[in-house]
């Protein structure tokens, strides 16, 4: 057994290490992948600039457009576009909903087009930027893949380093989606801004700002630890697919975003970067030697990335959408 890890373990990986002393980089990856599924990144090559741009068309989006205008632009059958206030349960076992609302970005296409969706008029005056910023999320998102691709030492007839690009190739189910955590009149401790889950696809970028509120549950605890906000580095977690290519040697672990004492007051926004693959990638465990190989029943059924989205997606959001 691991030592049980607690919140001060959340490693910070230098990804720029991978180019200059690929080991330790690899090194540290894998042991936050397996320990604890959840780990900063800095010199991480998204510009300071960008994000703080990105906070701020989300801020004014919600701020200033009419409810109206949000709700002419709700989430489509693909669960891209507004999700007003209370209609997703994270934590499927809850019925209040989250005290959230948020917008849906889905895949654009070379000429910084939607495709998966029409975009309100503000977005789509803005969408060569924004679709830029969804690009420059997924870069990193494959620099990481080839970083836990070298860590699972995948033999070269395999895919090597590129096994998991490959399946990201397709962006289909990958999206991006703004949050605004209204704040409250008063604290009341029955309430949660986002009911406790793990993601869904293969890994997540965090992008938070001023205010927490994101506590993790470290796996085998059943005890919630704040995440702190680290100035310029981004927060990584690996999500459910991963977990299954793995066999749980990656962990993709419970976590939620809590009101407290301090935070109930104040807006918070947050900005998260779902990576998924594409929706018919089959889920059957990675060849590597650190990953367990059993018989399967050949029957078997594998289960799809795009099958497991949209089960849970249609659990955290009812019949609603
Ligand atoms: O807003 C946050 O900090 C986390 C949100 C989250 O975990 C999610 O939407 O999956
Ligand atoms: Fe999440």
Redesign the pocket.
Known sequence: MSKPVVYEDIPIIDISQFKTDQQTCVQQTKDACENLGFFYVKNHGISQEKIAEIFDISKLYFEQQPQEAKLKYSMNERYHGYAAMCTEN?DTKRTNGDVKESFTFGEFNDNNEAITQVLPPFFEERAEFIASFYKDCHDLCLKIFQILATALEIPQSEGGMHWLEERHRSNANTCM?F?HYPSMDKFDSDEIR?GS?T?YGSI?I?F?KDIGG?EIQPPGTDKWFPVPIIPNHLLINIADCLSFWTKGLFKSIM?R?SFDNENFGLNRY?I?YFCIAGPDVKLDPIPSKFIPTSENNKDEKVLTAGEHLMRRARAAYGSGY
Do not use: E, G
């Open positions: 994270l989606r949050h986002a889950h993601d997540t965090l938070q994101l976590h975003v947050s998260a």
